[in-house]
């Protein structure tokens, strides 16, 4: 079912398994189906994030219910499958880079895994500029990475170095992508009326949507919660 | 760096002792050694040790029985291990930590009253150290054998994203995002 997804409109999103995960376990993924209404292009997935969130859970007891609501979701093309010959490669590169910026003593940190770099590759080889994914440290790498650096330091002491080069080509070859989270998903669907149904609830069933999509798993705070539902009550 | 022969002598020590307090550092040392080191030998001990630190604090532990028991093959399989690596044994030892990690999970496999248990716990508490230490999520899955949902739950429920990740505000986020729709 792979699909060499030619077409794909610039406006598209490549999905990474984290926020699928945290919108099938919570219940969400109607909306992705209702935000694809109004948008150019799709909600995009590679042939291992289907492996990684839909082939494998199906046989797993604790996890089969997000599987098979996800496999609808792909059969009623909610989501595309979406592919490119040149991810393979690009996904190596992403890995080989991201993992020299970092090191402890002279011992490289790995931090990023391929499922991840695969997700920045597929975008960057389908020129799609959006990215979705609520695990924390590959959004951060991509738009704060100094950040992330002084977060290590603050983990592993006097002992980490940065490769300012190493740094400065993942940031060329990220260019340009807009990283967002499940959580943003839901806070747009309430500003179109998702939530509506709830009537005088409304805005605390956004809310309650919120905190829900983040014991979950996706990597919002609850200031950033609060800052959100402040706007809204 | 911390050594698995270092890890292997403190983790027989604070057993000996039966100090929880020991048996966690040496379960943080080496998940800590997993991550950086990507030195694998360091999981089976760090599980083993944070295992050792639960069943330690539960009464029934303290039946003479199990205790003995444990004393027995815990604490041997450990000397062993200390004597495999001294002599350079590096496969012999994987097998016998490995061993070792059995036979201290079926202790409280033996009166398991919960779906998940003991070791599924240890490989998710360790999943969790590294993913706040800054690995990414499918990272920490592959290092830990943890399943990444249920990392996702676990962190999701800490106040790690609280901590370190707020890279924009809300708002420049959401800017972007309404175009899309």
Not at chain 1, 7 to 30: K, Q, R
Not at chain 1, 141 to 160: C, D, K, N, T, Y
Not at chain 1, 204 to 225: H, R
């Amino acid at each position: 079912m792979s699909g060499d997804y030619s077409d794909s409109h610039s406006n598209s999103v490549v999905c990474d398994a984290s926020s699928l995960i945290s919108l099938a376990e919570t219940c969400f993924l109607p909306v992705i189906h209702e935000l694809s209404q109004g948008m150019r292009g799709h909600f995009l997935i590679s042939d291992e994030v289907k492996r990684e969130c839909i082939d494998r859970p199906l046989g797993m007891r604790s996890h089969s219910l997000t599987a098979v609501r996800l496999d609808a979701a792909l059969r009623n093309g909610w989501i595309r499958l979406a592919g490119s010959a040149d991810t393979e490669a690009e996904a190596g590169e992403f890995v080989a880079v991201a993992n020299e910026i970092f090191r402890v003593g002279r011992k490289p940190l790995r931090i990023l895994h391929r499922g991840e770099a695969e997700i920045l590759a597929l975008a960057k080889s389908l020129g799609v500029g959006n990215v979705l994914i609520d695990e924390r440290t590959t959004r951060v790498l991509v738009e704060s990475p100094a950040m992330l650096g002084q977060h290590f330091r603050e983990e592993f002491g006097s002992r980490i170095s940065v490769d300012s080069g190493r740094m400065r080509e993942f940031g060329r070859m990220t260019a340009g992508m807009n990283i967002f989270r499940s959580s943003e998903l839901l806070m747009v669907a309430y500003e179109k009326g998702f939530f509506r149904g709830f009537e005088d609830m409304e805005a605390k069933a956004a809310e309650a949507g919120l905190y829900s999509i983040k014991f979950a798993g996706c990597s919002i705070s609850f200031e950033e919660i609060e800052e959100f539902c402040r706007g809204i009550r | 760096m911390y050594e698995l022969i270092d890890a292997v002598e403190e983790l027989r020590s604070a057993f000996r002792k039966e100090s929880v307090g020991r048996l966690r550092d040496v379960s943080r040392r080496c998940a800590d050694e997993l991550g950086v080191g990507e030195e694998v030998d360091m999981l089976p001990l760090s599980i083993t040790a944070y295992v050792l630190s639960k069943i330690i604090q539960k009464s029934r532990y303290w039946d003479k029985g199990t205790r003995t028991r444990l004393a027995k093959s815990v604490g041997g399989g450990l000397d062993r291990c200390a004597e495999l690596l001294h002599g350079g044994k590096h496969e012999e030892f994987r097998m016998e930590i490995g061993r070792v990690m059995r036979d201290t999970i079926e202790v409280d496999d033996r009166k398991n009253r919960y779906v998940t248990g003991l070791l599924a716990k240890a490989k998710l508490k360790i999943a969790g150290r590294l993913y706040a230490q800054g690995f990414s999520l499918s990272r920490v899955s592959e290092l830990t054998g943890a399943d990444k949902r249920e990392v996702m739950e676990y962190v999701g429920k800490t106040l790690m994203s609280d901590l370190v990740g707020k890279t924009k505000t809300v708002n420049e986020r959401l800017e972007h995002v309404r175009r899309l729709f």
